[in-house]
């Protein structure tokens, strides 16, 4: 559904920068169980994947998530389709917050909102999107 591996996201895992609902964790027979994940942890994995593929490095990302978290106090899925307090856009290399009220941020550095004038470069809406398996037909 993400595009993402088991490994990517054991990766991901391990360094923190995006943990599962339920972790994975040792049993009595030696092996280990499976990383559970909620529809709206899913929808986020879809949106980083989509990010990733893009060329967004790990470190962007982890930054992305820092600033909604702590400047916004939102996760991202609160930031992707309407109705949220805020809606994410990709503008070539970068990603931008318009909130509610208009303002808009740069999310490499949002603590002061951007001022806008003129025509810049076309903003395309971040969105949750499924991945389609190599070789199934929908």
């Known amino acids: 559904m993400t595009g993402l591996s088991a490994r990517q996201l054991q990766w991901w895992d391990a360094r923190r920068l995006f943990v599962p609902a339920i972790r994975s964790h040792p049993t009595a027979a030696g092996g280990f169980t499976e990383r559970r994940y909620t529809a709206m942890d899913v929808l986020e994995l879809q949106v980083l994947a989509d990010l990733r593929r ?8 982890r930054r992305l998530l820092a600033a909604l978290r702590d400047q916004f106090g939102i996760r991202l899925y609160e930031a992707i389709g309407e109705g949220g307090p805020m809606a994410l856009f990709l503008g070539g290399d970068r990603i931008y917050a318009r909130m509610e009220d208009g303002q808009l941020f740069d999310m490499e550095r949002p603590s002061e909102p951007l001022l806008m004038v003129g025509e810049g ?9 499924a991945r389609k398996r190599k070789g199934v037909r929908s």
Do not use: E, M, N, Y
């Open 54 to 61: 893009r060329g967004f490095s790990v470190a962007q990302i």
């Open 121 to 129: 470069q076309p903003l395309r809406p971040v969105t949750a999107r």
